[in-house]
């Protein structure tokens, strides 16, 4: 699902044959229960405030409208700073369930482009049932070819969580996560990583490192080639064929459900 909507954002300059781009740099903002939350716009070129709107992307559900800059509705909650090249939605007594991806967009004719979205974490995203299982790629002989697939799970959880992946040390970019929404409303979030096969079978040391709010020590589990068995917690994969049969149900699932998300998210300002 996030990836549908990455792919449109892209789309939505290409299409066009603009050169305006909308930068939003802060990937990640922790912030507590009723605070004032601020997250940032930035463009190279010249933004008019009346043609700036801002969506927000709770896990496991479709974009929604929420703002238009130049506008009166709802002004206690939501409000716009504007600058030439800017723009700053600013989300007064912030609550757990405004979690999630805020973007912001601009009108262009009758299209809007929009920015690369900031997650935004509401107070605590640990739960009772929270536990964290790290699936690696099961061993097949002496193969060094192709590409190694790890995946993070992160069940349990009330709204998003920071996850971040280092090799040996060293930071990578940031994977790419899909969500599932349980009946209860708690997320099942899966994080994975693509590395070449000989990157994975040199030996070096993976981590996946997982922040579910901004005050306490993360959650660290690691791995290596070849892994006995997997860094689950609380008590992990009985084997590596489990964890792997796992990691392909899950994978599965969650592609049916990108596949069955067909559509974006309209503007009523733009109908």
Same mark, same amino acid.
């Given at each position: ?48 405030? %009346? ?16 703002? =238009? ?23 007064? @007594?912030?609550?757990? *369930? ?27 995203? /640990?739960?009772? %049932? ?14 060094? *070819? ?8 992160? =069940?349990?959880? %009330? ?26 409303? @708690?997320? *099942? ?9 000989? *990157?994975? +079978? ?15 020590? %993360? ?5 290596? /080639?070849?892994?006995?068995?997997? +860094? ?8 590596? =064929? ?19 998300? @067909? ?9």
């Amino acid at each position: 699902m996030k990836m549908i909507f990455a792919e449109y954002l892209v789309l939505s300059s290409l299409v066009l044959g603009v050169q305006l781009f909308l930068y939003q740099t802060q990937r990640i903002q922790f912030v507590e229960v009723s605070d004032t939350a601020k997250i940032h716009c930035y463009s190279t070129e010249k933004l008019e405030e %009346s043609r700036m709107f801002w969506y927000l992307r709770r896990e496991g559900e479709k974009p929604i409208y929420i703002k =238009r800059c130049l506008d009166d509705q709802n002004v206690s909650k939501f409000a716009c700073k504007h600058e030439t090249h800017s723009s700053t939605l600013e989300i007064r @007594s912030i609550q757990k *369930t405004e979690s999630g991806i805020y973007y912001c967009a601009y009108r262009y004719s009758s299209y809007l482009i929009f920015g690369n979205g900031s997650t935004l974490i509401v107070g605590d995203s /640990y739960t009772k %049932s929270s536990w964290v299982m790290l699936l690696v790629p099961f061993p097949r002989g002496s193969q060094v *070819t192709g590409t190694a697939n790890l995946a993070c799970v992160i =069940r349990g959880v %009330s709204s998003p969580v920071h996850v971040s992946w280092s090799v040996s040390g060293e930071l990578q970019e940031q994977g790419l996560t899909r969500s599932l929404k349980a009946k209860d409303g @708690s997320l *099942t979030l899966i994080s994975h990583i693509s590395v070449p096969m000989d *990157t994975w +079978t040199s030996g070096k040391n993976f981590t996946c490192e997982i922040k579910f709010n901004s005050s306490s020590s %993360s959650v660290k589990k690691n791995t290596g /080639y070849p892994a006995a068995s997997s +860094t689950a917690h609380p008590s992990g994969c009985a084997s590596q =064929r489990v964890c792997y049969a796992v990691a392909m149900f899950l994978g599965v699932l969650l592609v049916s459900l990108s596949l069955a998300w @067909s559509h974006c998210c309209s503007n009523p300002e733009l109908s």
